[in-house]
């Protein structure tokens, strides 16, 4: 059972466009929501994390928006760069555990 | 000066065998983990030490054998490799639960059963 649902599973954006990338869950015990950018070869990287306290965090052109009743949240990439081409995780962890339970992955292409 | 760091990089193997993955941490944390990311890029958590004791051990085959001889090193034993065992083994580590939890993730090993 997936607890943690992403979409789109594949992003193609042009340079300078918004990659929007979608997350759900049904845990209600989950509170810290992080997403997490991983490039070939490498492991993921923490990008931006938010917890359930705010609806939404920025963090330069990354923005993480956080809807609690809807058990939703999102990461929005304005300006879009190709050097932002990576598979992007969404994850979240109760606050009774310390491993995270990932999505399964968004690819995104920045198209130059 | 890698944080978490994992090794071998690459292992190609042939099935039967016994192999062993290394992960070192030298960020001061005391929790550590072993993630196996599929051919479709899932993450799943495999093992989760603190203070190298076991405390999460989800549903892995018991061929799979973690060791941590000390909190900075956390250790993948793999015996009698299977095909279905070829995928990239992620270790993390953190701080514990309640403070900046952020994980760091090793390079991976890309283990690849023939």
């Known amino acids: 059972q997936q607890q943690v649902k992403q979409s789109p599973q594949s992003l193609i954006v042009q340079k300078g466009g918004i990659s929007i990338i979608n997350c759900a869950y049904e845990?209600?015990?989950?509170?810290?929501f992080p997403w997490y950018q991983q490039f070939p070869g490498k492991g993921p990287a923490l990008l931006i994390a938010?917890?359930?306290?705010?609806s939404e965090k920025k963090e330069g052109r990354f923005t993480i928006s956080f809807n609690k009743s809807a058990k939703q949240f999102s990461l929005h990439i304005m300006d879009s760069q190709p050097g932002d081409s990576a598979t992007y995780f969404c994850?979240?962890?109760?606050?009774?555990?310390?491993?995270?339970?990932f999505g399964s992955g968004t690819q995104l292409t920045v198209l130059p | 000066d890698t944080a978490v760091s994992q090794t071998p990089k690459y292992l190609v193997t042939q099935m039967g065998n016994d192999k062993s993955i290394k992960c070192e941490q030298n960020?001061?944390?005391?929790?550590m983990y072993w993630y196996k990311q599929d051919s479709k890029k899932f993450l799943k958590i495999m093992f989760s030490?603190?203070?190298?004791?076991?405390?999460i051990n989800e549903t892995v085959p018991n061929r799979f054998s973690p060791k941590s001889p000390d909190k900075a090193h956390l250790n993948l034993h793999i015996n009698s490799l299977e095909l279905g065992d070829s995928a990239v083994y992620f270790c993390?580590?953190?701080?514990?639960?309640?403070?900046?939890?952020?994980?760091?993730f090793g390079q991976g090993t890309r283990l690849t059963v023939v």
């Open positions: 938010i917890r359930p306290d705010v």
């Open positions: 030490y603190n203070n190298k004791e076991l405390i």
């Open positions: 845990n209600t015990a989950f509170d810290y």
């Open positions: 993390a580590s953190s701080l514990p639960q309640g403070q900046n939890t952020e994980a760091f």
């Open positions: 960020l001061g944390h005391d929790t």
């Open positions: 994850a979240a962890r109760p606050g009774s555990a310390r491993q995270l339970t």
